[in-house]
């Protein structure tokens, strides 16, 4: 069973801070997806990291998938409010018709 | 351009019950895939289809199945329900099946069983 693990679990932190968040597994992954999902709603595509060491900016956030395709990180430049929920990574097992494993997710809570 | 619909968005069901779930994906999607989201073991693959046939499955018992129908729409039916079975169930629905084609998650059905 491939299995991602996801680190923190739970971060609290005031507006303004910066922040990482880390997704590992001792699998290879074709590519690897970050999603954040909110309360009531289903998760929401950030970005798809697909080349070992990789690294992908979204406004304030930076994506980095790892040389070896078994780890990635999130990193948060200056973090508001509405960054707050829950942020998943999930990896693609092998291409085509493959299936995702996710991670059971990093709860985000920014404070103003 | 509509999303991903799930009907219905809450249900309450006892144990013994089955139930039926349905999902529209976004026109032009032909692929739906099915995920259950607990605390507890967080989002897991149920199955996949595409083009009407079950491509992918994961690891959950017979008592989970699905189907797709022309339209591209999909229904996932939970016989005989266990408490655990308690979840939130989301759709997600994608161009094709590739996995750089993104996928569009649907807002979910809250299932409670007491």
């Known amino acids: 069973t491939q299995l991602l693990e996801q680190s923190p679990q739970f971060l609290s932190i005031q507006e303004g801070e910066n922040l990482t968040v880390y997704c590992n597994s001792s699998?290879?992954?074709?590519?690897l997806q970050w999603y954040r999902q909110e309360p009531g709603e289903g998760p929401v595509l950030l970005v798809t990291?697909?080349?070992?060491?990789e690294v992908k900016k979204l406004k304030r956030l930076t994506f980095q998938f790892g040389d070896a395709r078994k780890d990635s990180s999130l990193h948060i430049t200056a973090a508001q409010p509405g960054d707050t929920g829950l942020y998943l990574c999930?990896?693609?097992?092998?291409?085509?018709?493959?299936?995702?494993?996710f991670g059971k997710g990093t709860k985000l809570t920014v404070n103003p | 351009k509509a999303g991903v619909t799930q009907t219905p968005r809450y249900l309450i069901k006892t144990r013994g019950q089955q139930v039926t779930l349905s999902c529209s994906p976004i026109?032009?999607?032909?692929?739906v895939s099915w995920y259950q989201q607990t605390p507890g073991q967080g989002l897991q693959f149920l199955f996949e289809?595409?083009?009407?046939?079950?491509?992918n499955k994961g690891n959950f018992p017979g008592r989970f199945s699905g189907r797709q129908f022309s339209n591209s729409r999909s229904e996932m039916n939970v016989s005989t329900l266990e408490l655990g079975d308690s979840a939130l169930y989301l759709c997600?629905?994608?161009?094709?099946?590739?996995?750089?084609?993104?996928?569009?998650f649907g807002p979910g059905t809250r299932l409670t069983v007491l």
């Open positions: 699998s290879v992954f074709s590519s």
């Open positions: 999930a990896g693609s097992t092998q291409g085509g018709s493959e299936k995702l494993v």
């Open positions: 990291v697909v080349t070992g060491g």
């Open positions: 026109s032009g999607h032909r692929s």
């Open positions: 289809y595409f083009s009407e046939t079950q491509r």
């Open positions: 997600a629905s994608r161009r094709g099946g590739q996995s750089t084609d993104t996928q569009y």
